[in-house]
């Protein structure tokens, strides 16, 4: 059975909340305790999961250097997600979906902001290609900092065959996002169930992808900067959704 490490305390604060049969074990800094680190052992002994102290040294090594805070949790993974399981995970929402296509990410710590922020912002879903793309990875869950319990990450062969069956199956809206789009994003009707389209900084989406957008929106700009991190524009584009949508229910 494949499993994860998760790193810190967020995230195995956030597994043991909402997915608590995922978690095989904790291990945790033998000579380390404050509040935060007692409140998340309470909640292992309360589930009953088996609990094993071990050196800073040993954290270290499992977590293959990466930030721990004094806890890991060793979790089965979270089965895979594809093209089959989005169209029907879409199609059973109950609200106008909201969700983010990534292109070309390849810095773990961006997916993991999207996945944070998107979540944060009340969205469904991280779209990613199975190339050109970081894979879920123990930095992933770390920067999402628990978001990747309720907000999942599904991983497409063909991304542009994607987009064109959540048209047409699903019947979303396709945005994508670049410099020299026309439309800007705070003049599009974001209330509607859509996909979101980002690229990478720097090299945007590939063309074919693009050829499959309904409609390309660009974030203004009004400083010396010429374009902004991927995560950042995720942020705005997904908040100023949530804005349409709120004043819509008012």
């Known amino acids: 059975m494949t499993e994860e490490i998760l790193t810190g305390i967020h995230t195995v604060s956030a597994v043991l909340s909402l997915n608590p049969g995922r ?60 093209e089959t399981e989005l169209l029907w995970d879409v199609k059973a929402l109950k609200h106008p979906a909201m969700l983010l296509v990534l292109d070309g990410i390849q810095d773990p710590h961006n997916l993991g902001a999207c996945v944070r922020t998107l979540d944060s912002a009340g969205g469904d879903a991280i779209v990613i290609p199975k190339d050109r793309s970081t894979p879920v990875t123990p930095v992933v869950h770390k920067t999402a900092s628990g978001a990747m319990e309720t907000t999942p990450v599904y991983t497409v062969t063909n991304l542009s065959r994607t987009l064109q069956r959540l048209k047409e199956d699903c019947g979303l809206w396709i945005f994508g996002t670049g410099d020299k789009a026309e439309n800007n994003l705070y003049r599009a009707d974001l209330t509607v169930p859509f996909a979101l389209v980002l690229g990478a900084e ?31 524009a995720a942020g705005i584009c997904c908040y100023e959704a949530l804005r349409q949508r709120q004043i819509e229910r008012t």
């Not at 989406?205 to 409609?215: A, F, G, P, Q």
């Open 23 to 82: 978690v095989r074990q904790v291990y945790v800094n033998e000579k380390r305790r404050n509040n935060r680190l007692i409140s998340v052992l309470r909640a292992v002994n309360e589930l009953g999961l088996p609990l094993k102290e071990v050196s800073r040294e040993k954290l270290d090594h499992l977590a293959e250097n990466q930030i721990h805070q004094g806890i890991i949790a060793r979790c089965e993974a979270m089965p895979a997600r594809g």
């Open 202 to 232: 720097g090299k945007g989406m590939r063309r074919l992808v693009t050829e499959h957008c309904d409609e390309l929106l660009t974030i203004p700009m009004k400083g010396s900067v010429s374009s902004l991190n991927v995560s950042v």
